[in-house]
């Protein structure tokens, strides 16, 4: 397979993936209330922004993240809770995880989020307090 239909593949593949996410998110959203649907939407927007810009989201943590997790578990369960998270709050796949995960959180919005909607406190902050 050519480089060309190689990435007409995984744009394809992207694109029903994001299809699927829109179609579960427009069905759940009668069932959840504001706060909760605000969420998810942010959540899946900066997900979309970081899927396609990962070399400037990088650089921006890289330069602006600051602290780190202190393993409370809330960005692995508030939308859904990952199946690789352990009873102890840890990633089970840690060296191997998704890159939305590695890169979480992707700005103060992120850190903000887990205060506002939990009784727990991040680990990190940004130095900058823009929302990406």
């Not at 998110?25 to 922004?49: C, E, H, M, Y």
């Not at 997790?69 to 809770?81: A, D, E, N, P, T």
């Not at 590695?102 to 903000?112: F, G």
């Amino acid at each position: 397979m050519g480089e060309s239909s190689l990435i007409k593949s995984h744009l394809k593949n992207l694109g029903l993936e994001a299809v699927n996410v829109l179609f579960f998110l427009a069905a759940a959203a009668k069932f959840w209330d504001k706060q909760r649907r605000k969420i998810v939407w942010g959540t899946f927007s900066r997900q979309i922004k970081v899927a396609f810009n990962k070399k400037k989201t990088l650089k921006y943590i890289e330069n602006h993240r600051k602290g780190s997790c202190v393993s409370c578990g809330f960005c692995c369960q508030y939308i859904r809770k990952c199946p690789y998270l352990t009873s102890d709050n840890r990633c089970a796949i840690n060296d191997n995880k998704h890159f939305i995960c590695r890169v979480y959180p992707i700005s103060d919005y992120d850190v903000k989020l887990v205060s506002k909607v939990s009784d727990k406190k991040s680990g990190y902050y940004f130095d900058d307090g823009k929302e990406y």
